[in-house]
Every structure is written in C-alpha cells, then in structure tokens.
C-alpha cells in the first residue's frame, strides 16, 4: 500500500480515529485532576492537529516533519506541567485507534512513522537512559514500600486504589527523567508540589510524600549503577526541600519536631501498656505532621481527620488517643512561641474532641 493509498484511508477514518484516542485519554484521570473539565475540549483539539501532522509527514514522505513535532509538543507539555510519559501515551493511543480501525496493510507504515518520532523523545544522558529501562521495575518498588508496607497509604486510595497509586509513583519517576534529561530540576519540584496537594486531600501529609522523595532515592540508589546517580539525588533533594511551607506557624513546628516528638515519648513512656519508645515516636511524629499540615492550612484540620483513621483502622481506645494528645499540648506549650503554641492547642484540643 503506497502513502496516498494510506492517506486516504487515514480521512476516511478520520472521526473514528480521533474519537478512539480522545476516549483513551480521557480514561487517565490525570488530565482532569491537573486540567479540569474543560480539558475535554483541549484534547480533541490537540488530537486534530496530531492526527493532522502524522498526515502531513505521510504525504510528504517525510519522518522529519513528525519527529520535530512530536519534540516540540513534548516542551509545550512539559512547560504546561505534563511529561514525557503524556507525549508517549498520546502516541500510543493512535497507534492503537489505527490498528483498530484500519486495514492491517496500513499498519506498517504508520507504525514507523510514530516509531521513529516517538525515539526522538529519549534523551541522550546515561541516566536517562538507565531509569528509562528500570521505570517500571522503580515504580513498583516505590509502590512495595508505600501502599503494600503502610496503612496510611491504603487508607489514602482506598481497598482498590493500589494500581492508581502505581501509576502515581510511574508518574514521579517520569517527571524526574524528563528534570534530568532537560536539566531543570524545576520540572520535579513542581510536579512533587501538584502531587503533594493530591496526598493532602485523599488525608496524607507533606511528610508522606518527602518519604517517598527519599524511597525512590534509596530506590534508584539500590538499582542504578552508583557512579550515575547522583543528579538523580540531588533533584530529589531539592523536591523534597521545595515542599516545605514557608508560613511562621509551619516553621516554628518544623525547628522544635525532634523536641515535641522527644517530650511526649518522655511524659508517655512510663505509662503502662504504651508502645515501644521506637513505635511511639512514630506516632507522635505522625501527629506533629498533621499538625504541621494543619497550621499551613488551617482551613481543615488534617489532625482531626488522623485521629478518625486512627480509631476506625487501628481501633486505637479513646483514652489512649486522649493520653497522647494530653502528652503533645504540654509539650507544645513548652517548646513553641506563644502565639504559635495557643493555635497548635485550639487544633490538637479539636482533634482529642473527635477522639471520644
């Protein structure tokens, strides 16, 4: 089959086409939760000219016209908060609505078209490349050590929300080879910042997502040669650093945690049946979290919400919540300034009223 014969075949399939890709795309949440409703409408538009490009390649038998602009769709995603990963997808989406809608002769071709543009996407750094070969194996280690290994992620996406939590941390890596690859470390920090409003609205904390900042660099480090990772560290450092709140509140309780958290294990360690110091640590540490999101967002008090958690999945008694947050107020008044202490109260106070 000679390119006008394929051609043809791609308008005559047109409708059919776009609509098979516009629905696979829309069927990943993404671009609703980062674009709202009304990207439905970009995407059919976006899908027109992508469609209108591979044509224009075809008929003038010319690769080069695809590959310069599926590269330059890549930097206007990219610039829009979107990844390589995005571009990639969109390209597989034609090729499958192509496959199913036109006749197998058709096939070859338009395949090494979208082959040849979508390799122009790979970046030329080795460590790229290396976490290009292990994304898939990197994304299910994170996914191991967060939503098989604690509750708080399960809780967070639900009995069935393993593989969108997957698709999140595949989504982290993407965003830090596209950091890597373009040299912007901007490009993670910002997605990390997106990803961490996400957490804190399905109940989970800047702490959560800074642990996972630090699981996938212990991650890479255990499976990337060590002589190559290091930028990789060091954007994941600075993503981490960029979620820090900068309000005074946030602040004071981030310098005096390692007090708060020390304080209470003290007032609570000779009481009987309280859990190992180790254990009890981390769960005061979870509390000043909540805190923490709390008093850079007071509008909902994130604190309250843990302590629901905490009796519907770990039955933990009243009392013992009660002791906790008793234990955190004394604390608190002894080791933040005034002002930020009284508003720390009126949350922690609130919390051990929905503890009853």
Known sequence: MNHYEVIHLLESQHTSIRDDVVAATMNNPFWRERFGEEVYQKIIFDTEHNLATLMKAIRY????????????????????????????????????????????????????????????????????????????????????????AHWHWQMAYGPDGRAQLRHDTWLCIDYLIDAVGMMDEHIMSRHMRWMRERAVQRGLTTVHVQHLLWFMSTVIESQLPAHTIGEAQRILQASSFALMYEEPAYQALLEAQNALVGNVVHRLGTSAGSARPDQLAMEVGWYVAYLGETLAHPDTNRLSIYSQWLKQHLSMPAATLNAHYSALLEALAQHLPTDTARQAAKLVQAAQRVAQ
């Open 61 to 148: 038998q010319s690769p080069m016209i695809l590959s310069d602009y599926i590269l330059w769709l890549r930097k206007t995603l990219v610039d829009l908060r979107c990844s390589t990963g995005m571009v990639r997808e969109t390209f597989f989406y034609i090729w499958n609505a192509v496959a199913h809608n036109l006749p197998a002769d058709a096939h070859t071709m338009i395949y090494q078209y979208i082959q040849l543009a979508t390799q122009k996407l790979n970046y030329s750094k080795e460590l790229t490349t290396q976490l290009g070969v292990a994304h898939e194996k990197l994304a299910e280690a994170l996914t191991r050590q967060t939503y098989d």
